[in-house]
């Protein structure tokens, strides 16, 4: 990985592949009446359409989603008949990294040899998640019964605290200052205003009809539901839940999808939209840190990986994370000595929800449209994650055919 | 010596033409005489064997053929391997629905039941004395050819004829009756024979429908239906779109659902029957008819195109305007380009080619009609731009050529035909439903009497393709449903054309020869100086339960026919939906109803000035003393239908009160601002539409 190689020489992202739906907040559109993995595949094989990607180009499904739907047995391979291809996959889950790993796995797969065309769909709704029942004998209540979502968040049985916990033992533990967070917070609102109204989202993101089992009218999905604009002074005014957290400085479950393409050199070449451009995989890290220091954690794992590529904060040109708290940038901002203004230029997903498996998928999507409309560069992608642990990912864009 | 405007599709079944029916006084080949050629005399009947009886075709056909011979006591003997799941007795509910448990069982009790190796024959069937095979048995040529053979050594002499559609005739070595739909319901059969054979004739005498096509590697309906079904896979295969939701873009504009077609036949039989349809045509005509790796898939995995119920589509997709032009090339081009192969080849008469789309392949508009309406250059242009798309499909099998007969008669007459003897002419309608195509061609078969100086006329069916009279075509109201002034435009210009059968001609002559005449259909012949029917036909004005209010003068015209004491009987049917039989409507609806032979003898002696004994019912020209609505009407359906009601009676009332020059557009204001109305919008049509074209 050293001295700024790609770890997958025989893999590309083809430039314009992809696409995500909006990410309304939990209970707050029609996604929260649907089964998701079969509104993924539908919504995946309509963004496929509009992209002038036949979905016969497909050989193989990675999906990612942290929350159980119905029929989530039949795994990928039911996702690709949602989508209209029988094509082979697996599921894959690792919380919040969901949608970077799926990607990552991807350029393995290509990487390997095995297929020339991998799509990645990962999804999730947070709404109405499913309550597991698990018969343990061996415990004094004999039965657990889990609320996947909430409880998940509100309990890390490894150390047993909450998610919440563990960002206000980061913001001790860095010294953050609660005015700091609340302008992290104020910023990535305006970033995320300014670039929705310059319609920059509309190359991203898709809107959806979405209809009920007569096939009538259910729902539009067409807008971030949930995101509201905030002032500084109200964010002043809330009550701290923890150290330098508020409600308005985390994020929100949402539901939604998210989806790329990885393929080989060749196939990004006939699939891309732009063939000049190319996206490779430089390198790719994950670091666990100490108990409840989850929001540490993406900023060692960025640090590792510049050391090991031999990349430094200035050589990139995007930089974009998964911030559940808007504490994970300032303590980002403190360990790399980077000014925290200089990234999420589009916004996070502090502002625009977090429906899991699909959340650094989008996150992906946005760096490598950025990246492009910037004329190329790295683009560093990173988020926490459930157990305290950090991903990281450098992607190359550039113009292959100005190269020529 | 006869005269048409274009060759009677009766001639091309060697039926005569359909003036020669009112001539003679009866119909070309009566069922009787015609069974006996076919089967025998009744002291030595023979019987009709359909092989392969359990299979679908095979049990569909033996139901349809079956309660036909049934009254005659021809036999219908069913052979199929032993062990084979029963399909004659799935069939036995739907005969109780149509002939009541009596007379199915009856039908059921004339099916004789064998079975059959494969080998030898059973030795019981010769008891039957076989005079007609229907072979319906696996589409595997060798072992058709044998069956075929077997058949010929033990009943010397014995008429055969395949179902297939996968086969000419020129290969099996036999001719061809293929029926368009296996069901019993469909009176279609595409028949491939040098010369129209008695079995062909028979089909028709028995009320079927029989339809000459050519023997080319599949027919007319096959190349149209699979080939609809081959160019909305090509457009799912370059833009995702589900197969669910191009149906829907398929149906608004062309007619057909063709995956739900294939799903409702069948997946699994009907995904094979598609893939060898167009593998070989193929063969024959290149890339234009490659079949694509969905269908070879679906061939082999028998898989339905539409996704099961518990997976209902979720995702809508919607097409703007350019997107929709690209639809249409994708789906109009190919189809066009496959019209201009069967044009060159000529496969058949133009009417039939059109026909088959509409009543098989479920085309809103025929083929040749959609090319008409879209014109030679467009047309032309549609293909080109197919092509652009789809670049293979330019190399073969293009025949532009053949559009720039589109001024012909055989173009330009696709339903409505006229002949005459320079005296007397007939305006036959070959469509069921009234639109304005019909409309059209009804007029320039009224210039074209005119300027061949014919003065009587009948106007009624076409003894072939169309068996009844249902009345308008509603679809050609969805524009009416937006706009007043399209409502009045389609009242009035289909008004004037009906005026014109009574103020053109000396002598007009209105003929209902069919099961019924309903709605549009009975307010233009009623325009005719006389109506006659067949006894046993239903007439009606429906209009009140879609609901709208009459269109064509319904509301006005009859009461200026009749005199006060039959009102009442006129307000019922305008104003209650329901029908009447055709001998209880003399009188005050019509001028005379009898067996069909005295009603083809009566229409003659009327339209060639014989003596006929019937009183002229003249049209009152002035304003009508005032109706009463006095009357008992059964109770309202539906809140709808008694707006209706209110709005008829209005429309009555104002075009009753006013002379016959006002009253056609009184009549059209009324019917165009009914059709605008939430009721109406709420009511079938409105649904209709909104089923079809809002996608």
């Given at each position: 990985m050293k001295g700024k190689e790609t770890m997958f020489p025989k893999a590309r992202i083809p430039y314009g592949t992809w696409g995500s739906s909006y990410f309304p907040a939990w209970?707050?559109?029609?996604?929260?009446?649907?089964?998701i993995g079969q509104f993924a595949g539908e919504a995946m094989n309509k963004i496929l359409g509009m992209r002038k990607?036949?979905?016969?180009?497909?050989e193989y499904l990675i999906i990612g989603s942290t929350i159980p739907w119905h029929?989530?047995?039949?795994?990928a391979p039911l996702v690709a008949s949602c989508l209209g291809e029988r094509i082979p996959g697996y599921h894959i889950e690792q919380a919040c990294a969901t949608g970077l790993q799926a990607i990552l796995l991807a350029a393995s797969e290509i990487e390997g040899g095995s297929y020339n065309v991998v799509s990645v769909l990962t999804f999730d709704r947070t709404s109405d998640s499913p309550v597991g029942v698990f018969p343990e004998r061996?415990?004094?209540?004999?039965t657990e019964v889990l609320a996947d979502v909430w409880d998940n968040f509100g309990f890390d049985?490894?150390?047993?605290?909450?998610m919440i916990k563990t960002a206000g033992i980061s913001a001790r533990k860095y010294k953050i200052d609660r005015e700091e967070v609340d302008d992290i917070t104020f910023h990535r609102y305006q970033q995320y205003y300014d670039t929705k109204n310059s319609g920059w989202f509309e190359n991203i993101l898709v809107p959806f009809d979405v209809l009920n089992n007569?096939?009538?009218?259910?729902?539009?999905?067409d807008d971030d539901n949930g995101v509201r604009q905030i002032s500084r002074s109200t964010l002043r005014e809330m009550r701290e839940l923890?150290?330098?957290?508020?409600p308005g400085s985390q994020t929100h479950a949402s539901d939604g999808m998210a989806t790329l393409l990885v393929t080989g050199v060749e196939e990004a070449k006939a699939l891309?939209?732009?063939?000049?451009i190319g996206i490779q995989f430089v390198g790719k890290l994950e670091v666990r840190t100490l108990p409840s220091l989850m929001p540490e954690a993406p900023a060692l794992a960025v640090k590792k990986l510049l050391n090991r590529t031999g990349l430094?904060?200035?050589?990139?040109?995007v930089v974009k994370n998964h911030n559940p708290f808007a504490v994970n940038d300032a303590i980002f901002a403190k360990v790399l000595d980077y000014?925290?203004?200089?990234?999420?230029t589009t916004g996070s997903s502090l502002v625009w929800?977090?429906?899991?498996?699909p959340t650094l998928t989008r996150i992906v999507i946005e760096a490598l449209e950025e990246a492009v409309s910037l004329g190329g560069g790295y683009a560093l992608v990173f988020g926490c994650a459930a157990g305290d642990v950090g991903i990281a990912a450098i992607l190359k864009v550039t113009d292959e055919g100005s190269a020529k | 010596m006869i005269k048409s405007m274009r060759q009677s599709t009766l001639q091309t079944l060697g039926l005569g033409t359909v003036l020669e029916i009112f001539k003679n006084g009866k119909?070309?080949?009566e069922s009787g005489e015609i069974i006996e050629q076919v089967f025998g005399r009744p002291d030595e009947r023979g019987c009709l064997v359909i092989s392969g009886a359990n299979g679908i075709v095979g049990a569909g056909k033996a139901m349809q053929l079956g309660s036909r011979l049934e009254p005659f006591n021809v036999p219908v003997v069913g052979i199929d391997f032993?062990?084979?799941?029963?399909?004659?007795?799935?069939k036995y509910q739907g005969l109780v629905g149509t002939f009541g448990k009596k007379g199915a069982d009856r039908i059921m009790a004339n099916v004789i039941r064998l079975s059959y190796d494969g080998g030898n024959l059973p030795k019981k069937l010769k008891e039957f004395k076989p005079r007609f095979l229907l072979e319906a048995i696996p589409e595997i040529l060798d072992i058709k050819k044998n069956h075929y053979e077997l058949f010929r050594k033990n009943f010397p002499g014995i008429e055969i004829r395949s179902?297939?559609?996968?086969?000419?005739g020129s290969e099996l070595g036999v001719t061809i009756a293929h029926p368009?739909?296996?069901?019993?319901?469909?009176?279609i059969w595409e028949i491939v024979e040098p010369e129209p054979s008695d079995i062909t004739k028979l089909l028709w005498a028995l009320g079927l429908v029989p339809i000459p096509v050519s023997d080319?590697?599949?027919f007319v309906l096959d190349v149209l239906f699979c080939g609809i079904t081959l160019a909305a896979l090509r457009y799912h295969e370059t833009t995702n779109m589900p197969f669910w939701k191009i149906d829907k873009y398929v149906r608004k504009?062309?007619?057909?659902n063709p995956f739900r077609a294939h799903d409702a036949i069948g997946a699994a039989g009907a995904n094979f029957l598609t893939w060898s349809c167009l593998h070989h045509l193929s063969n024959a005509?290149?890339?234009?008819?490659e079949p694509t790796a969905y269908v070879v898939e679906r061939k082999e995995s028998?898989?339905?195109?539409y996704p099961l119920n518990h997976f209902r589509p979720l995702v809508n997709w919607s097409l703007n305007d350019k997107e929709q032009d690209e639809f249409l090339s994708w789906i109009q081009g190919p189809l066009f380009q496959m019209a201009s192969l069967l044009l060159y080849e000529r496969r058949s008469h133009l009417s039939h080619i059109n026909a088959i789309g509409e009543?098989?392949?479920?085309?809103?508009?025929?083929v040749i009609a959609d090319m008409r309406r879209t014109g030679p250059n467009s047309t032309i242009k549609r293909v080109e731009s197919y092509h652009k798309l789809?670049?293979?499909?330019?190399?073969?099998?293009?025949?532009?050529?053949?559009?720039?007969?589109?001024?012909e008669p055989d173009w330009q007459q696709l339903y409505v035909n006229a002949e005459h003897d320079g005296s007397t002419g007939v305006i036959t309608i070959g469509r069921e439903s009234y639109n304005s195509d019909v409309d059209s061609e009804l007029n320039r078969a009224i210039d074209w009497f005119h300027a061949e100086g014919i003065k009587n006329v009948i106007v009624t069916?076409?003894?072939?393709?169309?068996?009844q009279m249902v009345g308008a075509?509603?679809?050609?109201f969805f524009p009416a449903l937006k706009r007043v002034e399209e409502g009045i435009r389609i009242s009035s210009s289909w008004s004037k054309t009906a005026r014109r059968l009574h103020d053109e001609f000396k002598v007009s002559v209105g003929y209902i020869n069919g099961k019924r005449c309903l709605g549009g259909f009975l307010e233009l012949l009623m325009h005719c100086h006389y109506l006659i029917s067949v006894e046993d036909a239903r007439l009606g004005m429906p209009e009140v339960t879609l609901p709208?209010?009459?269109?064509?003068?319904g509301c006005h015209w009859s009461f200026r026919k009749t005199n006060n004491e039959n009102r009442d009987k006129i307000l019922k049917l305008l104003l209650e939906g329901e029908q009447v039989s055709a001998k209880d409507a003399v009188g005050w609806l019509i001028d005379y109803a009898g067996s069909l032979t005295d009603s083809l003898q009566i229409v003659w002696k009327i339209a060639a000035g014989k003596d006929h004994g019937l009183l002229k019912r003249d049209v009152k020209e002035d304003a009508l003393n005032e109706i009463s609505f006095d009357i008992k009407l059964q109770p309202a359906d539906n809140p709808g239908m008694e707006v209706a009601r209110n709005a008829i009676i209005e429309t009555i009332r104002d075009a009753c009160s006013t002379d016959l020059v006002n009253a056609l557009s009184t009549q059209a204001k009324h019917s165009a601002e009914f059709m605008i109305s939430d009721t109406c919008k709420k009511g079938r049509i409105g649904t209709e539409f909104k089923r079809l074209m809002d996608v």
């Open positions: 209970q707050t559109s029609a996604l929260a009446e649907v089964n990607v036949p979905k016969s180009e497909l029929w989530k047995f039949w795994n061996r415990t004094y209540r004999r049985p490894a150390t047993g605290n909450s007569q096939g009538r009218f259910l729902g539009r999905i923890d150290t330098c957290i508020t891309s939209l732009q063939s000049e430094t904060m200035n050589d990139m040109a000014d925290w203004h200089k990234m999420n929800g977090h429906p899991q498996g | 119909l070309p080949v032993p062990g084979v799941p029963d399909g004659i007795n799935r179902v297939t559609s996968g086969f000419p368009a739909f296996p069901h019993e319901i469909n009176k080319n590697w599949s504009f062309i007619g057909p005509y290149g890339q234009l008819f028998g898989q339905n195109w009543l098989c392949a479920q085309f809103t508009n025929g789809y670049p293979e499909a330019a190399k073969a099998s293009w025949f532009p050529d053949v559009f720039e007969k589109m001024d069916g076409d003894f072939h393709l169309s068996t075509d509603t679809r050609d709208v209010v009459p269109g064509m003068e």
